[in-house]
């Protein structure tokens, strides 16, 4: 018992850590499945201290611990983050969001596992996946460094699972005053009965909204219904499944399609048809945003006031006046690079993506792969700047405006020396 208090007087002492630690997980966590269209509510919690007490006394009995060290290593827990979907098709949505965002340092847990079969029990109990993880570092800040190396666990179930999940705990693992009686057990598996029939029923009103989208005239009212549909697009069109970049920022896209009175599955397919499949290099949304863009410059600003408002509840500093007039002249010079691309495709009579890479496309034009390895290289930097918010210095994207303007020059001109003057 001593090493039990030990323990205890340890982890109370460290109780806001590990708070701390599941409030971040929760929180990089669900900024990204509501970005990406998952309906779900993520809370995190710190194990309760007399709980956990009870916990320790309980497995005591059985492990039998020999230091304070030997208790850390046995429960896990001690920060935690549920998960609980609306939908629990979406389990592999949110499993794939959980292996970009976070380091595992244990293998994912599924239950019920194998041969976990209870007697009298007539439905299989706790459905849900649980995950040990570790924060990634580029997505925690300076302030937040030491929690790099917090283990918190993440518990997945539907939102019906988990309410059984609480009450079934709560009266058959917690009593320490005996055993549950024969018509409680009982009770208790036929509303796990209930959650998996509800489970089944969710399934179903997902579907049911899926197919009301997708007949003709629905528009998207929300942009999970949005998300919904770029993922039943991509099952059936792409050759590869949706990696673990996944669909991307699709409330951005959905305020976009908004402001474009583009809302409906009819408007949205000419943009689909220009997806491909490297989702893990470009997530959906941002293909379907770049063909948006490519097809009418104007709109680079629109997006800009949609990312700008997206991003108000962060603390941001906004850059000087300089830095803004800099980055709108890159992008200016981008939509000229765009323009002249197309126009030179049309005139070879040869079929150009504005979100496809240039290198096939400058290859059938007979120009040097040089000029088409840089023009990559500044499509991810406008991709930074129009996508990700990423800040660049003004001497950077001066020195890219200059270099657009560089090679559309080269482009006009053509010819085998082209790949020199660029170099010049």
């Known amino acids: 018992m ?12 460290e109780y806001d850590f590990y708070s701390r630690a599941g409030h971040l997980v929760a929180q990089i966590l669900e900024n990204d499945l509501r970005s990406s269209g998952v309906r779900c509510i993520v809370s995190h919690r710190a194990k309760d201290i007399e709980r956990l007490r009870d916990k ?39 499993d794939k969001a959980i292996t970009r965002l976070f380091d595992q340092w244990d293998t994912k847990r599924t239950f019920p596992g194998a041969g976990k079969a209870t007697p009298k029990r007539r439905f299989s109990g706790y459905s849900a996946v649980h995950y040990r993880v570790q924060p990634k570092e580029r997505f925690i800040g300076d302030a937040d460094k030491r929690y790099l190396k917090a283990r918190v666990e993440i518990q997945v179930a539907s939102v019906l699972m988990h309410a059984w999940s ?6 058959a693992y917690k009593q320490m005053a005996g055993d549950l009686s024969g018509e409680e057990h009982a009770i208790l598996d036929q509303l796990n009965g ?66 474009l009175d583009k809302t409906t599955p009819e408007e949205l397919e000419k943009y689909l048809e220009t997806l491909h499949g490297a989702v893990e290099e470009r997530p959906l949304a941002e293909q379907v945003v770049d063909a948006l863009l490519a097809e009418d410059p104007s709109r680079y600003a629109i997006y800009d006031d949609i990312r700008h408002a997206s991003q108000s509840s962060k603390v941001e500093t906004p850059g000087p006046e300089r830095e803004a007039s800099a980055m709108m002249q890159f992008l200016r010079n981008w939509v000229d690079l765009e323009g002249t691309l197309n126009s030179l495709a049309q005139r070879a009579g040869v079929s150009h993506r504005p979100t496809a890479p240039v290198i096939h ?14 023009i990559d290289l ?29 090679i559309i020059a080269i482009l006009w001109d053509g010819g085998p020396d082209a790949g020199l003057a660029l170099e010049a």
Not at 194 to 219: D, F, P, T
Not at 383 to 401: K, M, Q
């Open 56 to 94: 320790c006394i309980q497995r005591d009995s059985e492990t039998k611990y020999e230091s304070v060290d030997h208790i850390f290593e046995d429960i896990v827990d001690l920060a935690g983050v549920r998960v609980a979907l609306y939908f629990p098709k979406e389990q592999e949505q949110v």
């Open 361 to 374: 496309l400058l290859r059938l034009l007979e120009m040097p792969p040089g000029i088409g390895e840089e």
């Open 2 to 13: 001593d090493y039990i208090e030990q323990f205890i007087d340890r982890y109370t002492k």
């Open 194 to 259: 209930l959650v998996i029939a509800g489970e089944i029923s969710l399934r179903l009103l997902q579907e049911a909204g899926e197919a009301r989208v997708a007949r003709n005239g629905a528009k998207f009212l929300n942009h999970y219904e949005l998300a919904a549909h770029l993922l039943r697009h991509a099952h059936e069109s792409l050759t590869e499944p949706v990696g673990d970049s996944g669909l991307g920022k699709v409330d951005d896209l959905f305020a976009l399609l908004r402001r």
């Open 166 to 171: 609480e009450v079934q705990h709560d009266l």
């Open 378 to 406: 500044l499509r991810s930097m406008r991709n930074d700047v129009v996508h990700s918010r990423r800040e660049f210095s003004v001497a950077a994207l001066d020195d890219a405006v200059k270099r657009i303007q560089q």
